[in-house]
């Protein structure tokens, strides 16, 4: 007993501390692969540089039935297909990646060669601006580069196309940023819609979109797309078919907080809101919606009925509307949160500790409601993305995303993991236990 106490005293003093593992390994890669059409489809694409290993990483993830989907931005040229899923079927521990819909709508409608210099880059931050290319595509379904999808209540996969290739070499704006939705069930689009230009900024990066829907009020359904670059948040309604840019300051990063060390890269991020999630249904039928900046420790909150008044939100009357929630301290930086109505638990990324959290919103947002479910510096190197499924899987993507933008990732070792547990267990023995 005195020994399990100090050694969680003493997992509470550092950064890094390894834990009894609750999250199981289920897919693992040293690179990616994809299943192609032919084998010489295949050749054919590495010939051209349509496809260099090396330059695929896995960045977001997605669980609906036996599909996992698995997002591959295209930060460098070569990289295969953007939208993919593995067959959660399958035996195999690093399967090859299918591309959704189908091979053709991943297909880019213009040539991106791959650098020929191999220097490291100086990440998003330090890329160049992109070069606006843009193209008419021949099919509305085409997905040019995705970073964050969501499955909503309604068997749709809504996916955010930033339309940008080669982000990290010469940037290309081929198509403009825009929600695109699938129908799962039928595997069919069903709308694309592109954010309007005046509602995005010189420095505007879309990277995440969280969904707001109920399975009841399918066209009643919105999108919350952050702007991590330009630190707003655009609101689009379904039913109207049209968006709107929001703005406030806690959408900007803390100075205090823009400092990173994850797995021996040192590096400084300006991002600003970029985690989302939408809270339980009140009794009076709102939600909250939770936020936080990429670069900053604290959590804020907001009504979904507020951000859904475009007039009242984008007047000065609602800067009060936009409530402080609590902190999550010292190195608490998060890429992604999630809400488990069946736990009522936000389970949240800490990249700073490699770690998973857990905080439950019956309680206040303080250091002592904090869990943490699992920390491990070998498998959960800079978690990148999270879901819960309607089983109550929690499913986390790590992917070695520092290592990749400002060094060289070792083709040799495994590099990107993607880990489940179930949602109980994952909370058993820490503040967020009902």
């Known amino acids: 007993m005195k020994a399990h106490f100090f050694a969680t005293l003493l997992c509470m003093g550092i950064v890094f501390c ?18 192609w059409p032919s084998e010489e489809a295949e050749k054919e694409a590495t010939s051209k540089g ?13 669980r609906w039935n036996n599909k996992l989907f698995v997002t591959v931005p295209r930060w460098k040229a070569g990289v295969a297909a953007t939208l993919n899923y593995i067959d959660l079927n399958t035996d195999q521990k690093s399967p090859k990646l299918r591309p959704y819909p189908s091979w053709e709508t991943n297909t880019l409608p213009i040539e991106v060669a791959p650098q020929d210099a191999k220097t490291p880059s100086g990440g998003r931050l330090d890329a160049d601006k992109p070069q606006s290319t843009e193209t008419e595509l021949k099919d509305n379904a085409t997905i ?26 010469n940037p290309k704006q081929i198509t403009p940023n825009s929600i695109v939705i699938f129908d799962l069930k039928k595997d069919k689009l069903v709308r694309r819609f592109n954010i309007p230009k005046d509602q995005t900024k010189e420095d505007s990066f879309f990277a995440n979109i969280v969904i707001d829907s109920e399975r009841n009020e399918c066209d009643d359904a919105y999108a919350y797309v952050p ?12 039913r109207d078919d049209r968006s709107y840019r929001v703005k406030h300051n806690f959408f900007h990063f803390d100075p205090l907080q823009g400092d990173f060390n994850v797995g021996g890269v040192n590096f400084q991020w300006t991002d600003g809101v970029f985690g989302l999630a939408v809270g339980p249904l009140k009794a009076d039928h709102t939600k909250d919606i939770y936020f936080h900046a990429l670069a900053s420790t604290k959590e804020f909150k907001v009504s979904n009925r507020v951000l859904q008044n475009e007039t009242h939100v984008t007047s000065p009357a609602a800067y009060y509307d936009f409530k402080f929630v609590g902190d999550r301290g010292m190195n608490g930086q998060s890429t992604t949160e999630v809400y488990d109505k069946d736990t009522d638990v936000i389970f949240y990324t800490q990249v700073n500790k490699d770690a998973i959290a857990c905080w439950n919103v019956k ?14 510096s070998h498998t959960l190197v800079f978690p990148n993305d999270m879901k819960v499924d309607n089983e109550g899987n929690v499913w986390v993507l790590s992917d070695k995303m520092p290592t990749y933008l400002y060094k060289e990732l070792d083709p040799s070792a495994v590099n990107y993991r993607i880990l489940s547990g179930n949602n109980r267990d994952l909370i058993k023995g820490t503040p967020c236990e009902n």
């Open 18 to 35: 390894t834990i009894e593992a609750k999250l199981e390994e289920k897919f693992s890669w040293k690179q990616l692969e994809f299943e």
């Open 50 to 62: 349509q496809y260099v290993p090396e330059n695929n990483l896995p960045l977001g993830l997605e």
């Open 144 to 169: 040019i580069s995705t970073f964050r999808i969501q499955v909503d209540a309604c068997d749709r996969l809504w996916v955010l196309d930033t339309g940008l290739a080669d982000i990290l070499g």
């Open 227 to 238: 702007d991590l670059g330009a630190y707003g948040l655009i609101v689009y309604s379904f």
């Open 363 to 376: 309680r206040p947002y303080d250091l002592e409601s904090q869990g943490l479910i699992d920390s491990d």
